[in-house]
């Protein structure tokens, strides 16, 4: 007979760590199937300065790997491998795995979400290294400094309008001729005196040794090349939501996010879904911890029922 544990949480970050600490040393048997590192996205965060209790900030390796020693002590398995469906059978759950399968009696989904990546030459080998996806977890690494948000949604704009705090002055670098946020964001950066907007440009590749120092510009309308000088880039192109291997298991919303209600249960009982992956999540690590425990509470509740 193959073990049928109380809880399989799908994903490792600070989300799915948290409920793994609360369901375990609940006594609830718990495994977390996580596909690469413990940590998630965070572990790319050179310091986390907003986690409370961390005064001197943290990076994010160390802080996601305290979390995961934690669940492991208190009794929680950890499996490294790649989730590719869901389905349930009766009251069990079974996950599909990329050659086997096993069951539980709830899941937790904190598969998280991804930012979109532009895909250009440099930009994987200078992440961390003067490339970021989060002006809120790296905005303040870059005081005085020269910086660039490459987008043109809301996310973009108020990204570059946070930066706006630290940066000496800013690029926003956008691939049309108008932005695609809505009118009171863009009348807050039209505002800013140090906001420099390119328009029409579009990133060829990220350039630097050993950290960003510029970018390769192409403008679609003229078709010539620049370089721009940077001391950071904030790739704001968008998020994409974790949910492909779901394959239409629970109900999502119109950007792939998990529908969730207020005990974050989704459209399956005994399937809840927390951090980052769920519909309105503002993607912190601290909300994502919330969302961990809260939903390890929530999955107590549904067993004991």
Same mark, same amino acid.
Request: glycine residues 12%; positive net charge.
């Given at each position: 007979m193959k073990q049928v544990y109380d809880? /399989? +949480?799908i994903g490792g970050g600070p989300a799915g760590l948290t409920a793994a600490i609360y369901a375990a040393r609940d006594r609830l048997s718990t495994i977390i199937i996580e596909r690469g590192a413990a940590g998630g996205n965070i572990i790319n965060a050179e310091e986390v300065d907003n986690y409370p209790g961390f005064p001197d900030g943290i990076s994010g390796f160390e802080l996601s790997s305290k979390m995961h020693a934690q669940a492991i002590k208190?009794?929680?398995? &950890? !499996?490294?491998?790649?989730?590719?469906? +869901?389905k349930t059978e009766g009251d069990l759950k079974i996950v599909s795995l990329t050659d086997s399968e096993m069951m539980s009696r709830a899941v937790i989904i904190t598969s998280g979400s991804e930012r979109v990546k532009l895909g250009a030459p440099g930009?994987?080998?200078?992440?961390?290294?003067g490339v970021s996806y989060c002006a809120t977890c790296d905005g303040p690494f870059f005081k005085g400094?020269?910086? /660039?948000? +490459?987008?043109?949604?809301?996310?973009?704009?108020?990204e570059a309008l946070h930066l706006t705090? &630290? /940066?000496?002055? !800013?690029? +926003?670098i956008h691939r049309r001729d108008k932005f695609r946020a809505t009118k009171a964001v863009q009348e807050k950066v039209m505002a800013q005196k140090n906001i420099d907007i390119i328009w029409d440009t579009i990133v060829e590749a990220f350039e630097g040794e050993g950290k960003i120092q510029q970018l390769r510009l192409? *403008? !679609?309308?003229?078709?010539? *090349?620049?370089?721009?000088?940077v001391d950071g880039v904030f790739v704001a192109a968008g998020l994409k939501p974790n949910t492909g291997f779901l394959n239409g298991l629970v109900e999502l919303d119109n950007q792939g996010s998990i529908i969730v209600d207020e005990r974050l249960g989704t459209s399956i009982p005994g399937v809840f879904a927390a951090g980052d992956v769920r519909a309105h999540s503002i993607k912190q690590v601290i909300t994502a911890a919330g969302d961990g425990a809260r939903s390890a509470f929530y999955v107590r509740e549904y067993l004991e029922a």
């Open positions: 809880v /399989a +949480i208190h009794g929680a398995d &950890f !499996l490294s491998a790649d989730v590719t469906g +869901i930009e994987k080998e200078l992440t961390g290294r400094k020269s910086v /660039a948000v +490459i987008g043109g949604g809301d996310a973009a704009l108020y705090k &630290f /940066a000496h002055n !800013l690029s +926003i192409k *403008n !679609l309308k003229s078709g010539s *090349n620049s370089n721009l000088k």
